[in-house]
């Protein structure tokens, strides 16, 4: 992960699929992203998202960028994750 580093599209769906794995779990989700207010750059902005979610069929994997201040970052990252989560769990049945 060296070449896209720790912000990526790779990274979030090997935490997702690691976790799957590692826990034993049914679905799993992971988030990487800059939650700001400091870190970004002009090719990964504050707002950047990754948003993972996983199952023993594979991973889908959502890009984002939101604007707000940090505390608003993060809590809609944590609502797409669990909604991308809660659309995984309604195609398996």
Partial sequence: FATVGAVSEEVARAMAEG???AAGADVAVATTGIAGPDG???EKP???VYIA???RHGAEVQRRQFSGDRAFIR???A???LNLVRRRLL???
Avoid: F
């Fill in 19 to 21: 976790a799957i794995h």
């Fill in 40 to 42: 970004g750059s002009p």
């Fill in 46 to 48: 504050v707002g950047l």
């Fill in 53 to 55: 979610a996983a199952d």
């Fill in 75 to 77: 809590e809609r990252t």
């Fill in 79 to 81: 609502r797409m994750a």
């Fill in 91 to 93: 195609a398996q049945e």
